[in-house]
């Protein structure tokens, strides 16, 4: 079921480190090129490292929960068991949706 505000979704990716967690050049560049991909597609919203704590959060736009579920599985991080992942659903409130339609106009 749609809501008026499903423009107003986005998916954010958490990214935690693993246990088979190292730093390895060729994965980050594959990231990278992962985030740059999703970026030309117009899917990428912000992404990058914790200032201070481990891992990092990639937040994107997608049609559905399940597609955002793809770009989270196909990430190299992940692909590789580096970074485990968490996929959380995220409604945006801001002035152009009334924050949700609650805001008076």
């Known amino acids: 079921m749609s809501t ?3 423009e107003d979704i986005c998916y954010v990716i958490l ?4 246990e088979h967690d190292r730093r390895d050049m060729d994965i ?6 992962h985030l740059q991909e999703l970026e ?6 912000l992404c990058g490292p914790f200032a201070d704590a ?5 937040i994107v736009r997608a049609e559905s929960r399940a597609e955002a579920e793809e770009i989270a599985r196909r990430d190299p991080y992940v692909v590789t068991g580096i970074r ?3 996929l959380r659903t995220w409604g945006l409130s801001h002035a152009g949706n009334r924050h949700m339609g609650i805001a008076a106009e």
């Open 28 to 33: 980050i560049r594959a990231h990278v090129a």
């Open 84 to 86: 485990s992942y968490e």
């Open 40 to 45: 030309r597609s117009g899917q990428l919203v």
């Open 4 to 6: 008026a505000f499903e």
């Open 54 to 58: 481990p891992g990092g959060m990639v």
């Open 15 to 18: 990214l935690s480190p693993t």
